[in-house]
């Protein structure tokens, strides 16, 4: 059987990926941002696309074409890009998993470059620490007094830290 015909849901995909990667980072990233946009505006287009991402739009039609292949994007005509089931479901988890980490980071008190840092960190978490971190988040929330308290406790171990 195909290799990418493999995963229908969200957690098949996740699956897959945790022993060897389906999706590439960069494809995530294309996946992430159409899935973006089509819950702001219920399409995305090609030039639209590569100006978020800033790429050239020969780069983004071409992803466009194997995210396609792989039945995630339908493509349609004059530069038109709406999501397959498929798609969406791990357009859903890609959102999902990028908000988890922005929350995160916030939660322990990183400002500076955020998106940045989220970019970095969300390709390579595995499922199990992505839910455990989304916990933690949870916890956060449930006992806001020691999101105060950690951020007190680093002032103070702020000049001894050698990292
Ligand atoms: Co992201």
Not at 36 to 56: F, K
Not at 83 to 107: D, P, V, Y
Not at 120 to 126: Q, Y
Request: aromatic fraction near 8%; hydrophobic fraction near 40%.
């Amino acid at each position: 059987m195909d290799k990418n015909r493999e995963f229908h849901t969200v957690r098949g995909y996740q699956l897959l990926d945790q022993n060897h990667r389906l999706l590439t980072p960069a494809m995530e990233d294309y996946l992430e941002m159409i899935y973006r946009n089509i819950l702001l505006e219920g399409y995305m287009r090609v030039n639209t696309l590569a100006d978020l991402l800033n790429v050239r739009p020969s780069s983004a039609t071409k992803m466009v074409q194997k995210l396609t292949q792989l039945g995630l994007l339908k493509y349609e005509k004059y530069g038109i890009i709406l999501l397959t089931e498929q798609g969406k479901n791990i357009g859903t988890f890609l959102l999902k998993r990028h908000h988890i980490i922005e929350k995160f980071l916030e939660n322990i008190g990183i400002s500076d470059n955020i998106l940045v840092e989220t970019e970095l960190i969300e390709h390579n978490v595995s499922k199990s620490t992505l839910r455990c971190i989304d916990m933690l988040n949870e916890f956060f929330n449930v006992h806001p007094h020691l999101i105060d308290e950690f951020e007190s406790f680093k002032l103070k171990h702020s000049s001894t830290n050698e990292l």
